[in-house]
């Protein structure tokens, strides 16, 4: 069974947060095929260029973490309409020094939930159009734009709801060929 290493990262770095809750809830649901490692940001300081001439060690292993990856999966909240600050902080980190993009050539997705019924779509809009820049080739369909109600998680910390669980395990599937799709397509030599 060939398996694939999916860093996850998640755009709170709330204790409570939904979406880290959503996304242990995913994992269940997964193919054994896709292993999942977190990648934290909470670490980085705030980018900037300055930093480039000396990278500092939290940013080159954020820069490894990203590189080392099979896929990255995105779990994020929407914060006024985009993604939350700290999770832009922390791809502009993997975004440089110029010419080193981590996100090169890496295939992601995007998920999240949100308790307002918009469910995430605009921050993770916002997402799709930073990765697209990044040139990581992003799962463009299924979309999961998930509202979060009370009891959407049981106590077990499993989707509760079937038809909910359902559709989350097809957008995993979906992920899984995915990522065999992009990472089976050298280019000729
Ligand atoms: C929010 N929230 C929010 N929700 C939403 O659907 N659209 C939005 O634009 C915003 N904006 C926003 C900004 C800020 C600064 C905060 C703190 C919150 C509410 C948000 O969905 C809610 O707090 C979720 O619980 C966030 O997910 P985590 O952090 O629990 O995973």
Redesign the pocket.
């Known amino acids: 069974m060939k398996t694939y290493k999916v860093g996850y990262l998640?755009?709170?770095?709330?204790k409570?947060?939904?979406?880290?809750?959503?996304a242990n809830a995913l994992f269940k649901l997964a193919p054994p095929q896709l292993q999942f490692e977190e990648i934290s940001f909470r670490d980085l300081p705030i980018y900037s260029y300055d930093h480039d001439a000396d990278y500092p060690e939290a940013g080159r292993k954020f820069k490894q973490a990203i590189e080392s990856s099979d896929a990255i999966l995105i779990v994020?909240?929407?914060?006024?309409?985009?993604v939350?600050g700290g999770l832009k902080n922390a791809i502009d980190w993997a975004s440089r020094p110029w010419g080193t993009n981590s996100f090169d050539k890496i295939p992601s997705a995007v998920i999240?939930?949100?308790?307002?019924a918009?469910?995430?779509a605009?921050?993770q809009q916002h997402m799709r159009s930073i990765l697209g820049f990044l040139n990581s080739p992003q799962m463009n369909s299924p979309e999961a734009y998930i509202q979060?109600k009370d009891g959407m998680i049981n106590d077990a910390g499993e989707i509760a709801d079937p038809s909910t669980a359902e559709f989350l395990g097809k957008y995993l599937k979906a992920f899984h060929e995915h990522i065999a799709h992009v990472l089976s397509k050298p280019a000729d030599s």
């Open positions: 998640i755009g709170s770095i709330a409570e947060s939904i979406n880290r809750k959503l994020t909240p929407e914060y006024n309409r985009s939350p999240g939930t949100s308790p307002g918009i469910g995430t605009v921050g979060f």
